[in-house]
């Protein structure tokens, strides 16, 4: 039964309506799945709404490429949308600054010409220049201006809402900052500058710090949801110690592992950040009988000792799309930043029903195999990261596969039960999907996985994981094959 009253307050204007779906910005592979929201589009298509929530928190001790995955997320949003932009705040003055970016930019396919040295649609700033308090000043007037403007500064999705009208959304901008942990503030850096380091009136120095990053962290939903801005803080874990080990203090989050905390992070950060991964461990991976990474660049890459190639091993502590407590490897490159189709992949072999397969959604035996819905492509463990490079069809045909892998493995009850009942393996989706007449190879060489903005030319149409299994199940045709689309008469192909 309805509220009365509810309605009565919509009518007479006292409480404004929020937008059913708020964007999230795909940033590729293993994080879109986990933490999305499937969202219908015009033409009977369903969005991946996952990836860069408003928010995102990444903790992890020293060395475990924290700023590597904090960098990649701006990348991809850089990458994805070519009128987003960024605000990084080195808080540890580590010295990366443009040249860092321009290094791990190379791997994206529009990131990679930005020349991070000049460029308006990125500033890099550390402690040096400014205080945390007056960076994030500087970072709410930027989204004000965003607001005040938002004719020019509101893009059309290809979301809508329950009247089929297409869902605006700001242009994406990025907050980096790189760590909340050494975040320091203005005010507090005045009072105690004079005074000694072992001056009793220190004492209150890092309470008066928290009390400052505690107003910031209030601040975050509402500015990031208002003006489309999306934070991204890392996070630095210590060991937990309790005084008395027969009462231990409660853990910060239920799926933490092991006896760490989140260090000189207030607690709003818990429960106010929209996703958190904790990076548990970082380790080279290493092939145990050539002592070399386990797969190579390329010949003659097979060096014995060589640490370049590492795996994280990541818990989501905190998943607003439903990913809590899932944990999942990354793949990184010490040179090369994240690799996440390398990552993709890795998760199908980890993931492999049998001792005798060579992963999930593969075919062949353990030396020799491929991709059950890239069949023409035959990969081994020395060639296929040089394959993947050299391969947009592969890496379409990774993220397809583990898309559908990543579906089963989330909680079924968040995925609607249109969509879980047309679950299958991939086998049986690829041969279905066959047997209506489609050619796979068009799929892979001619479709992309993420949504785009409707202003922004869109080269291939999207075609999402959900999409496939709807035309599997005879209930979807791709919108761009759709009479009434195709009356849209558009220049792109974007939905």
């Given amino acids: ?291 070399a990474p386990e797969f190579p660049r390329h010949q003659g890459d097979d060096v014995a000792g060589d640490t370049d190639l590492m795996e994280l091993t990541i818990t989501i502590l905190r998943g607003k799309g439903g990913g809590t407590g899932l944990t999942f490897p990354l793949i990184c490159s010490q040179s090369e930043g994240v690799l996440m189709e390398l990552s993709q992949f890795w998760y199908l072999k980890c993931w492999k029903p049998d001792s005798k397969s060579p992963g999930w959604g593969c075919e062949g035996n353990l030396q020799n195999y491929n991709l059950v819905i890239y069949p023409d492509v035959k990969l081994s463990r020395t060639t296929v990261r040089g394959k993947i490079d050299s391969d947009p069809k592969l890496r379409r045909a990774l993220q397809i596969t583990c898309d559908l892998l990543m579906l089963h493995h989330i909680d079924q009850m968040k995925i609607p039960r249109e969509y879980r009942d047309r679950l299958c393996d991939i086998e049986t989706l690829y041969k279905d999907i066959k047997a209506l007449g489609y050619d796979w190879d068009d799929i892979l060489e001619n479709t992309i996985g993420e949504w785009k903005f409707r202003e922004e030319c869109q080269e291939k149409p999207t075609l999402t994981i959900y999409d496939l299994l709807n035309i599997r199940a005879g209930v979807y045709t791709p919108y761009w094959k759709q009479e009434g689309w195709l009356k849209e008469k558009r220049q792109d192909m974007t939905p």
């Fill in 1 to 291: 039964m309805s509220n009365p009253l509810i309605k009565v307050m919509a009518v007479k204007g006292l409480m404004k309506e929020a937008s059913p779906v708020k964007p999230v910005i795909n940033i590729g592979g293993i994080f879109d799945i986990f933490n999305h929201v499937p969202v219908k589009g015009k033409w009977g298509n369903v969005i991946v709404n996952g990836g860069c929530w408003p928010s995102t928190g990444i903790s992890g001790p020293n060395n475990s490429f924290k700023s590597t995955i904090s960098k990649y997320i701006l990348l991809s949003i850089f990458d994805r949308c070519m009128s987003s932009t960024g605000l990084s705040f080195d808080t540890e003055v580590s010295g990366t600054a443009a040249y860092r970016y321009t290094q791990l930019a190379q791997r994206f396919v529009h990131a990679k010409d930005i020349d991070f040295e000049d460029t308006d649609r990125w500033i890099y700033t550390t402690n040096v220049e400014t205080y945390g308090d007056e960076w994030w000043q500087a970072v709410k007037e930027y989204c004000d201006a965003k607001v005040d403007a938002a004719k020019e500064t509101q893009w059309t999705t290809p979301m809508v809402d329950n009247d089929g009208k297409y869902i605006k959304g700001f242009i994406p901008t990025v907050a980096e900052c790189d760590s909340l942990s050494s975040l320091n503030i203005k005010t507090v850096e005045d009072k105690y500058i004079d005074l000694a380091a072992g001056d009793a009136k220190r004492n209150m120095e890092d309470m008066a710090n928290m009390k400052a990053k505690t107003k910031i962290i209030r601040d975050m939903p509402v500015v990031c949801n208002r003006s489309g801005l999306y934070v991204v803080f890392t996070a630095h874990v210590g060991k937990k110690f309790d005084l008395d080990p027969y009462n231990p203090s409660m853990k910060r989050h239920q799926a933490q592992k092991g006896n760490r905390t989140i260090k000189y992070v207030p607690e709003q950060f818990d429960y106010l950040i929209n996703n958190l991964y904790d990076i548990n461990d970082a380790r080279p991976l290493i092939n145990n009988n050539t002592k």
